[in-house]
């Protein structure tokens, strides 16, 4: 399978498939997702053939191609917009199931997804919406019982 691409766009996909292999092996050590290191190595591969040299480097031990330090610079941006969002949607959704299930109880935690458990929710929601945008984390406290 062949696919056309410009140099812009050839650069537009080398910084997505970074962005996806990222997202999916980062945290992981003994279960990289290999198939995706691959197909990650080989669109490098073809950057470094097309005059996008800049965005890979060769593992001497792999013989592979990998993400370049530049490339991992200029996705910084993307990615610390992506993982400040998401630090933030999951303190406040987390936050509210929690209170949820003190509220509501265990069992009710199966109506959760459907329309009642939403129109629940929705005001525990709104409620760390509030406090995290207007405050951040400096009111957020752990309590000690004793």
């Known amino acids: 399978m062949n696919i056309q691409l ?3 766009q ?3 996909l080398i910084k997505l ?18 198939e995706y290191d691959e197909v990650e190595s080989l669109v490098l591969a073809a950057a470094q053939k097309h005059d996008l040299g800049d965005y890979v480097d060769f593992d001497e031990e792999t013989k592979k ?4 330090g530049e490339l991992e610079e200029k996705m910084t941006e993307t990615v ?19 209170d949820y299930v003190l509220k509501f109880g265990e069992k009710a935690l199966e109506e959760l997804y459907a329309e009642k458990g939403m129109e629940r929710e929705r005001p525990l929601i709104e409620k ?17 019982d004793n």
């Open 10 to 12: 050839l650069a537009t």
């Open 80 to 98: 610390d917009f992506y993982n400040d969002n998401c630090f933030w949607d999951q303190l406040i959704y987390r936050m509210a199931d929690r």
């Open 6 to 8: 410009t140099k812009e």
């Open 128 to 144: 760390y919406e509030k406090e995290f945008n207007e405050h951040g984390l400096d009111r957020l406290e752990l309590r000690r």
């Open 65 to 68: 191609a990998i993400p370049s």
């Open 17 to 34: 498939v970074y962005l996806g292999n990222r997202m999916a092996n980062d945290w992981r050590t003994d279960d990289v997702i290999e």
